[in-house]
Every structure is written in C-alpha cells, then in structure tokens.
C-alpha cells in the first residue's frame, strides 16, 4: 500500500489529532518559574488496530538547576533527590527537554497526530513546570498543546473515586510501591498505566466511538 493511500493512525482519530504523552517531573519546589527543575520523565502512550491503548518506552532526564534557582529543603527531603550528585549525570535545562522532546515529535508523526498532549497526575503541576523551563531554555519547538492536558487525578476521581496516584493504581489493580514512589520515570509508567486503563476501560463500556447520531437534514 502505497504511502497515499495509507490510513492513518488508530490513535489520530481518538483524541481529536493529539497524541497523549504522560510527564512527570520531580522539582525542588512548587514554583516554576522559581524553583528548579531535576527529574523529567515522559512516557509514550500507543495504540492498536483495534483501539486499545498501552504504555510504550520510557524517557527519562535528570536535570541540574539552572543558574539561580530556589532549591527548598523540604522537597528534596521529599524526593530525596541530591541535585550536585555526580551520580545523577545531569544536564543543563535546554539539553535535557531536547532529549525528552525530540523522540515525542518522532512519535506525534508516526501515529499521524498534529501535537502532543500532556498526561499527568494534576497535570497542570507538570505542565507549567515543563513550559517554564522551555521558555528558560528558549526551545522554540515545544511539541505539547500550550494549555491542554489530561489530569488523571481528575480521572481516576471520576472512575475509582480516589485522587491519590497510589490510592487510584490500587483501586484499578495497579501495583504500586510507595518506597519507589516520586521518582519520576516511577510515577510516569504509573501514571501511564492508569491513564491506559481508564481509557480502555472505557471503550470495553462501549463509550468510544461515539454512536452515530442523525441529526436530520436543516
């Protein structure tokens, strides 16, 4: 079959042209523009021929501070992450998001979709902090929707009552370990999995394709 005449892409025609791409970012604040940036992990999402949707390959950057940033003790008590730790191999801000963004643009071609779209647990945390260090870096080719996300707080509050990550992998039979818990390639496969999940579970409830309507002529 010629390259004409290929059809597109299953994921193209489910949300509406964007390919879900789940992020999660470690940092040392709640600040975006303030606080530093140190972990970013982006997980690819694919799909079938019959429409199923399942977690791809993991990318995964850790990054220095960039120069003047607010490093707050408390969140890296929490994450437990040392941000001068030879160990860590980081890297500055601009070559960092090259890294993760160069293989989500190689993925929005390849399922035939126009953007990505951020996926994450309160995805806007994620989001802003990903813009502001593009914008820091002065990437010019962003490949994520500038404001669209899906939350899957949001979701797995709607589909499990439960907001928690942790709490919502449980409910929907993902294993889940809290010692592994905020790092963020862990919290991305997790996130993933449970974004997988409600969507296909979703279409196993017959919820997409939506059903044809006749709309009658005008």
Known sequence: MSEENKPPH????????????????????FNPERDALLEIAAVMVTMDDEGWVRRGETFLQQIDPFEGANLEQSALDFTGIDPWSLEREAVPEREGLSEIFSPIRKAVKEHDCKRAVLVGHNATFDHNFVFAAALRADIKRNPFHPFSTFDTAALAGLAYGHTVLAQ????????????EAHSAAYDAEKTADLFCGIVNRWKELGGFPPPVIDLGED
């Open 168 to 179: 919502a992998c449980k409910l929907a039979g993902i294993p889940f370990n809290n010692k």
């Open 10 to 29: 299953p994921m193209s025609l489910r949300f509406r042209g964007f390919l879900p791409v789940v992020v999660d970012v470690e940092t040392a604040g």
